[in-house]
């Protein structure tokens, strides 16, 4: 679904490149979550699938029908535009041109995360965990077979990233979502059969679950992918 070939990026459009001869393949249905330290452009390597920033060299292609977006939340966005989940949704909906057939559409993607008893509730009353799964029913609305998640489990307790990571498990699982997410919970991402790309050096580097679960816990994780 995801074809990246010898992708080169720089904010500045020159060398040195952040992301430098960057190669990956997401296949239909395999959920990646792409990790590794501060600043080494997990963020920028999302935004360039996106397509809100294009490669200096290399390609991108993305064969999707609809890309589902799920953004950081703030406590600030959420208070500042006092609507409900319905109309946060709906409106949604009319702007992906679907009409009148966006209430049935918020109303099957509320149902899918969970979240059908909330829609009358403010979205800045939510708790973070309601929030994160009625951003995840937003981007499911319009059929979207592709997923893009910037950290998920951001601000949420263990409880809640247990749900969103069940959540995006069984997503994926029943409705054959590809799932892409930068990750700082590898241990979570694991847990919902994420397959986990470390990018070192702006290129990518395969980590086998078990290598990451046996160094995770003594965190040496990063420390030891690093050539
Ligand atoms: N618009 C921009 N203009 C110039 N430099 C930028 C821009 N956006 C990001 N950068 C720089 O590019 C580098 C990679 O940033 P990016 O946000 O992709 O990293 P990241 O891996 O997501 O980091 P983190 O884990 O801290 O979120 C950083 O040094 C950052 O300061």
Same mark, same amino acid.
């Given at each position: +679904?995801?074809d990246?070939? *010898?992708?080169?990026?720089s904010h *500045?459009?020159? /060398?040195?490149?952040?992301?430098?001869?960057l =190669?990956? !393949?997401?296949? &239909?249905?395999?959920?990646?979550?792409?990790?590794?330290?501060?600043?080494?452009?997990?963020t920028?390597?999302?935004?360039?699938i996106?397509?809100?920033?294009?490669? $200096?060299?290399?390609?991108?292609?993305?064969r999707?029908?609809?890309?589902g977006?799920?953004?950081?939340?703030t406590?600030?966005?959420?208070? /500042?535009?006092?609507?409900?989940?319905? %109309?946060?949704?709906?409106?949604?909906?009319r702007?992906?041109?679907?009409g009148?057939k966006s #209430?049935?559409?918020?109303?099957e993607?509320?149902?899918l995360?969970? +979240?059908?008893?909330?829609?009358?509730?403010l979205?800045?009353?939510?708790?973070?965990?309601?929030? %994160?799964?009625?951003?995840i /029913?937003r981007a499911l609305?319009? *059929? /979207?077979?592709?997923?893009?998640?910037?950290e998920? =489990?951001?601000g949420?307790?263990a409880?809640?990233v247990?749900a969103?990571?069940?959540?995006?498990?069984r997503?994926?699982?029943t409705?054959?979502?590809t799932? $892409?997410? !930068?990750?700082h919970?590898l241990?979570?991402?694991?847990? @919902?059969?994420a =397959?986990?790309i #470390?990018l070192? *050096?702006?290129?990518t #580097? !395969?980590?086998?679950p &078990?290598r990451? @679960?046996?160094?995770?816990?003594?965190?040496?994780?990063?420390?030891?992918l690093i050539?």
């Amino acid at each position: +679904m995801i074809d990246i070939d *010898n992708l080169c990026f720089s904010h *500045n459009g020159r /060398a040195p490149y952040l992301l430098d001869g960057l =190669s990956l !393949v997401v296949e &239909r249905g395999q959920y990646v979550a792409l990790a590794g330290e501060n600043g080494c452009g997990k963020t920028t390597l999302m935004r360039l699938i996106l397509g809100f920033l294009k490669p $200096v060299c290399g390609t991108i292609r993305v064969r999707s029908r609809r890309i589902g977006y799920v953004p950081q939340t703030t406590d600030f966005a959420a208070r /500042a535009f006092p609507i409900t989940v319905d %109309e946060a949704l709906e409106s949604w909906g009319r702007l992906l041109g679907l009409g009148a057939k966006s #209430h049935a559409a918020a109303r099957e993607a509320l149902a899918l995360t969970g +979240m059908a008893e909330r829609g009358s509730r403010l979205v800045g009353d939510l708790s973070g965990g309601e929030r %994160e799964r009625v951003l995840i /029913a937003r981007a499911l609305m319009g *059929n /979207a077979d592709l997923l893009i998640l910037d950290e998920p =489990s951001t601000g949420l307790d263990a409880d809640g990233v247990r749900a969103i990571y069940s959540l995006l498990s069984r997503l994926r699982e029943t409705r054959g979502l590809t799932i $892409v997410s !930068v990750e700082h919970n590898l241990t979570a991402a694991l847990s @919902a059969g994420a =397959s986990v790309i #470390h990018l070192v *050096n702006g290129r990518t #580097h !395969v980590c086998t679950p &078990r290598r990451y @679960a046996d160094e995770s816990v003594g965190g040496r994780l990063f420390g030891s992918l690093i050539r």
